[in-house]
């Protein structure tokens, strides 16, 4: 009986990166994004590169895992269909762009994008982030068009 209870005890503590949800709380989201445009077909990441930081309950860095920035609910802003970068892609379906995480659970790429100067202000956090399917923040987002 003691062995089933440590096997089952040690099965609860053991999470292999694949399995592990990212948390919200310990994850780390901009507080808000500037949608970027290109010179020359290379992104402009001098002020528009975002982090995001997917981390599980444990505080545990979460590799591998895709991480969607949405702007679903931003009036006014549009995606590039081509993020120019490596390894990131635009989801027209959702209004998002997406990336893997690293070793370190971190991704970072810049938003390309603009928007329509005849759209309404924003109003507080449209964009969503997610990691796995997880909603782990929300951002504002800015555009310079």
């Not at 709380?25 to 990441?45: I, K, R």
């Not at 920035?69 to 549009?78: E, K, S, T």
């Not at 995606?79 to 997406?98: E, F, K, N």
């Not at 790429?109 to 109003?123: I, K």
């Amino acid at each position: 009986m003691r062995n089933l209870v440590l096997a089952a005890v040690a099965a609860m503590l053991w999470q292999s990166p694949a399995r592990a949800v990212s948390s919200p709380a310990n994850s780390t989201v901009p507080p808000f994004v500037l949608l970027e445009g290109h010179a020359q077909g290379v992104p402009d990441t001098t002020t528009g590169a975002i982090l995001i930081v997917a981390r599980d309950f444990a505080n545990n860095p979460v590799p591998g895992r895709t991480i969607e920035f949405r702007i679903l609910n931003c009036p006014g802003a549009r995606l590039g269909l081509d993020q120019l970068q490596p390894g990131v892609s635009t989801r027209c379906a959702t209004h998002g762009v997406t990336a893997v995480t690293n070793l370190d659970g971190i991704v970072r790429f810049a938003v390309l994008g603009g928007g329509d100067p005849s759209g309404p202000p924003g109003t507080g956090p449209c964009a969503q982030i997610y990691s796995g399917g997880v909603l782990i923040g929300t951002s504002r987002v800015a555009y310079l068009d």
